[in-house]
């Protein structure tokens, strides 16, 4: 019963209730990541249906090329034309091995997100 209300109240809080555990590997160095070191990465983009907004919110993260790549007004998961009301948000915590490569990260996310592995 504990675990059914903690699931509701994360989803009441709009907080997914197997968040994704840091990254073991820095993804810029190479070397293993410190969780002591991170960043948070967000990306919001604008979907067409609620439809595409379920689809990404089951899986995110197999949808992130999909918004790596989204152009404006074009939902990123079907190609149809976006709608603003709509939108889907990835976000991750990513660890780092050194607070250079946080630096190196923050300053261009999105091309090195694709590099975060477990």
């Known amino acids: 019963m504990k675990h059914i209300l903690i699931a509701a ?4 809080a709009g907080v997914s209730p197997a968040a994704e555990s840091l990254n073991t ?3 810029i160095s190479g070397k293993p990541a410190s969780p002591a070191i991170t960043s948070t ?13 379920a ?3 089951a899986a995110p993260k ?5 918004i790596l790549a989204a152009v404006s007004g074009q939902c990123p998961l ?6 603003a009301s709509k939108t889907v948000t990835y976000t991750r ?3 780092f091995a050194d607070a250079a490569s946080k630096a ?8 090195h997100i694709k590099e975060v592995r477990q």
């Open 78 to 83: 079907s190609k149809k034309k976006s709608d």
């Open 93 to 95: 915590q990513v660890a």
């Open 104 to 111: 190196t990260f923050d300053a261009a996310p999105d091309k």
């Open 55 to 57: 689809q990404f919110t």
């Open 9 to 12: 109240l994360s989803l009441l």
């Open 25 to 27: 590997v820095c993804p």
């Open 41 to 53: 990465y967000s990306k919001t983009v604008a979907v067409c249906c609620d439809r595409c907004k």
């Open 62 to 66: 197999g949808y992130l090329s999909n």
